[in-house]
């Protein structure tokens, strides 16, 4: 629910998943840091602070103690104050790259050839003819099978080759 952005559904669910879980337990930790996540997506920044503060304060596993002092350095830390001209640099050569198919701008291309009315129309005699690969060079099957019989060919060579170094001839 957290990753959909119901975070109202999230949170509920997390304090009742805290009434059910001890606190001092690893699950009751991971159910904190959810919570702790949770109300910072909602906003509410210093109340998952204070949770994660309680967790510093009275679990009993190192990690998670760790684990919530990172969290609580990274939500206490000044936000960035950026400016609008700077939320895109260097981005808007490749902004439809990362976009769905269907939503990327489609600019209008130019003709690749002009026609020309003086231009006389091409004939078959002035096109050159078409070379054809053989019907059974075309088969992939055929491919398939002169592949492998040169790859064996080339196993058994190199076989034969090692043997007749291992033995000194």
């Given at each position: 629910?957290?990753?959909?952005?119901?975070?109202?559904?999230?949170?509920?669910?997390?304090?009742?998943?805290?009434?059910?879980?001890p606190p001092l337990t690893k699950l009751g930790g991971d159910i904190q840091i959810y919570l702790?996540?949770?109300?910072?997506?909602?906003?509410?920044?210093?109340?998952?602070?204070?949770?994660?503060?309680?967790?510093?304060?009275?679990?009993?596993?190192?990690?998670?103690?760790?684990?919530?002092?990172?969290?609580?350095?990274?939500?206490?830390?000044?936000?960035?104050?950026?400016?609008?001209?700077?939320?895109?640099?260097?981005?808007?050569?490749?902004?439809?790259?990362?976009?769905?198919?269907?939503?990327?701008?489609?600019?209008?291309?130019?003709?690749?050839?002009?026609?020309?009315?003086?231009?006389?129309?091409?004939?078959?005699?002035?096109?050159?003819?078409?070379?054809?690969?053989?019907?059974?060079?075309?088969?992939?099957?055929?491919?398939?099978?002169?592949?492998?019989?040169?790859?064996?060919?080339?196993?058994?060579?190199?076989?034969?080759?090692?043997?007749?170094?291992?033995?000194?001839?």
């Amino acid at each position: 629910m957290f990753e959909r952005g119901y975070y109202n559904r999230a949170l509920q669910c997390l304090k009742n998943a805290m009434e059910i879980q001890p606190p001092l337990t690893k699950l009751g930790g991971d159910i904190q840091i959810y919570l702790a996540f949770t109300l910072d997506a909602m906003g509410k920044t210093k109340d998952a602070c204070k949770i994660l503060r309680i967790i510093e304060d009275t679990h009993p596993s190192r990690k998670m103690i760790k684990q919530a002092e990172e969290i609580r350095f990274v939500l206490e830390a000044p936000k960035l104050e950026i400016e609008q001209r700077d939320l895109n640099f260097g981005f808007q050569a490749n902004s439809d790259r990362y976009r769905p198919r269907e939503r990327r701008m489609r600019k209008p291309s130019k003709p690749k050839y002009k026609e020309n009315a003086n231009a006389s129309p091409v004939t078959l005699a002035d096109e050159e003819p078409e070379t054809t690969l053989p019907e059974w060079m075309r088969n992939p099957t055929i491919i398939i099978i002169i592949t492998a019989g040169v790859g064996a060919a080339a196993w058994q060579s190199a076989v034969m080759t090692a043997a007749q170094r291992a033995t000194g001839n």
